[in-house]
């Protein structure tokens, strides 16, 4: 079945860029997804990318996706310690199910 | 603007005991679905519905029942409680479609088996 996979940690210093990576194995994924989920609390969509996009760009985000090697990352700029939460992986594909990674916790310090 | 309400948000049980979580969204999405969230093992799907009368099992559905009578409605039933059902359980809904489909996740629960 379809696979996403995701490191579970990364560490980054205020000011810095993050880049959270992430593949996947569904060829007729059409949408992919970042969500961001904050301590306590839901899954919220962060942003997506349209699968004949190569990258996508909001702000401090920016979205590239390598249709080939079906791998998909989030850049955040500058980054904050309100940006410390888990950031989760999605895509959509021939099924209407989203398929989830098992999520990155972006762990910002001073 | 609800979006996806889940409740309670906090439930200690005993083990054996059974419980419902219940979970309700009022965008009128065919599809809905349970996860459970435990760490270092990020969203694991449960049971999930594409409508009315339809569900159907994910990746850890033991332990677990659910039902959709309505669109509005999908309750996740513990029948007898474990302390490996210890977790935070996440209901999301989403529509059907072939387009951009953003899944709307409810706020969670916080379940303790003790």
């Known amino acids: 079945g379809e696979d996403v996979e995701q490191s579970l940690f990364l560490s980054v210093r205020e000011g810095d860029s993050s880049v959270i990576n992430c593949t996947y194995t569904d060829s007729s994924s059409t949408y992919l997804y970042w969500y961001k989920q904050e301590p306590g609390a839901g899954l919220q969509l962060l942003t997506y990318?349209?699968?004949?996009?190569d990258m996508k760009q909001d702000q401090r985000l920016t979205v590239l996706l390598n249709k080939k090697d079906k791998h998909l990352s989030l850049r955040i700029a500058d980054t904050q310690t309100g940006d410390s939460a888990i950031y989760f992986c999605a895509e959509k594909g021939g099924s209407y199910i989203p398929t989830f990674g098992r999520g990155t916790s972006l762990i910002v310090h001073p | 603007n609800a979006g996806v309400t889940q409740t309670p948000k906090f439930q200690v049980l005993k083990t054996g005991q059974s419980m419902t979580l219940q979970c309700a969204q009022d965008?009128?999405?065919?599809?809905m679905s349970w996860y459970r969230q435990d760490p270092g093992m990020g969203l694991r799907l449960i049971h999930y519905?594409?409508?009315?009368?339809?569900?159907d099992q994910g990746e850890v559905p033991n332990g677990y029942n659910v039902s959709r009578s309505t669109t509005e409605d999908f309750p996740l039933r513990l029948l007898s409680a474990a302390p490996s059902q210890t977790s935070v359980y996440f209901c999301a809904s989403s529509s059907t479609g072939t387009g951009n489909t953003e899944a709307f996740f409810g706020q969670g629960t916080r379940l303790t088996v003790v």
């Open positions: 965008m009128n999405h065919e599809y």
């Open positions: 990318i349209f699968s004949n996009m």
């Open positions: 519905s594409v409508g009315a009368g339809i569900t």
